[in-house]
């Protein structure tokens, strides 16, 4: 967790210098409740200081580019009542540190379609507001090719997060909610395996040219 301490540091900083601009990342160092957070406690950390950290960083952009939160789905008492199938889920949030966050979130079940965000901030810093959205429906071919790579990946018991970090590049994180079974994945600036593969078919799927890093 080394590396992260450092982001952390280094955030604190940059926050410290920019107290007075109304879209500081995190106004006024003030940390999320636990209530808030789009993903489970201590997701990205035992240290409670260092995850509350991680869960407003990452909750800031999410609050611009897709506010909901993948935890709870399928966990509706309205949603047991009627019986339904269960509702499939995957998201990519790419906070890129110098560049426009995005996210692309894939749902399915009968059907599926395709959500694209992009906000005007910066990865490492303010969120921004948004200014990309699309929808797109997508076909079988397409959600059978992305289940493919997940499974072939056993995505479910990976480590949620690898000590590597940097103060360049961007954060991967990949959040997937299916058959009832929630998990997040965060990684940084992957060059290749499991979250470059998921995130790399996700950018496919939208259409969009985007520069990952």
Not at 35 to 43: G, R
Not at 80 to 86: E, I, Y
């Amino acid at each position: 967790m080394r590396n992260k301490y450092l982001l952390l540091l280094l955030f604190l900083i940059l926050i410290g210098c920019s107290k007075n601009d109304k879209n500081a990342f995190i106004d006024n160092d003030h940390y999320r409740n636990i209530s808030d957070y789009y993903f489970p406690k201590n997701s990205f950390s035992d240290s409670d200081d260092l995850d509350a950290f991680v869960q407003t960083w990452y909750g800031e952009h999410l609050d611009v580019l897709d506010n909901e939160n993948l935890i709870f789905l399928n966990k509706g008492l309205f949603k047991r009542f009627l019986n339904k199938s269960k509702i499939n889920v995957i998201r990519f949030t790419c906070l890129r540190t110098f560049h426009s966050p995005f996210s692309i979130k894939v749902i399915w079940d009968n059907n599926a379609k395709l959500i694209y965000n992009m906000s005007n901030g910066a990865g490492g810093y303010s969120a921004g507001e948004l200014i990309n959205h699309f929808e797109k429906s997508l076909n079988n071919d397409q959600i059978n090719n992305l289940t493919e790579i997940i499974h072939s990946y056993n995505i479910f018991n990976q480590p949620s997060v690898i000590d590597e970090s940097g103060f360049d590049g961007s954060q991967w994180i990949i959040e997937i909610n299916m058959d009832g079974n929630y998990k997040v994945i965060d990684r940084w600036s992957p060059k290749r395996g499991m979250i470059y593969d998921i995130g790399k078919y996700l950018v496919e799927l939208s259409g969009e040219e985007i520069y990952l890093y």
